[in-house]
């Protein structure tokens, strides 16, 4: 079992930044897949960015490659999204999710159910 708690949402401007950071109850050290998702208003959900813990692999959504990125600290228990040159359509709450049997193919493709959710922190960017 983990929690997962999100924080670091709020109100930016376009061209802004942001760090979005998901506290976990133990650490992810052990082959985690650990992933951004977002969801806006009348939208599907879509993984933003994703981390396999076991070799440190990441994938990001061609929509946020080059302005997003995914890390996690050294006590590998807090998950990180620092997300640069904001755009409107990166509206959306965000949430962190987890899962400990996603291998690194199928974490990568963010497209597999996952196990543990926080509970989402909203992101707003005005133009």
């Known amino acids: 079992q983990v929690q997962l708690v999100e924080s670091g949402g709020g109100s930016v401007q376009a061209g802004g930044s942001l760090r979005l950071s998901c506290s976990a109850s133990r650490n992810t050290y052990s082959s985690a897949c650990m992933t951004w998702f977002r969801q806006a208003p009348g939208k599907e959900r879509e993984g933003v960015a994703t981390i396999y813990t076991g070799g440190g692999s990441t994938y990001y959504a061609d929509s946020v490659k080059g302005r997003f990125t995914i890390s996690q600290d050294s006590t590998w228990k807090t998950l990180y999204l620092q997300m640069r040159s904001l755009k409107p359509e990166d509206t959306a709450m965000y949430y962190c999710?987890?899962?400990?049997?996603?291998?690194?193919?199928?974490?990568?493709?963010?497209?597999?159910?996952?196990?543990?959710w926080g509970q989402g922190t909203q992101v707003t960017v005005s133009s």
């Open positions: 999710a987890a899962d400990f049997r996603l291998r690194r193919d199928a974490c990568l493709t963010m497209r597999y159910e996952y196990d543990y």
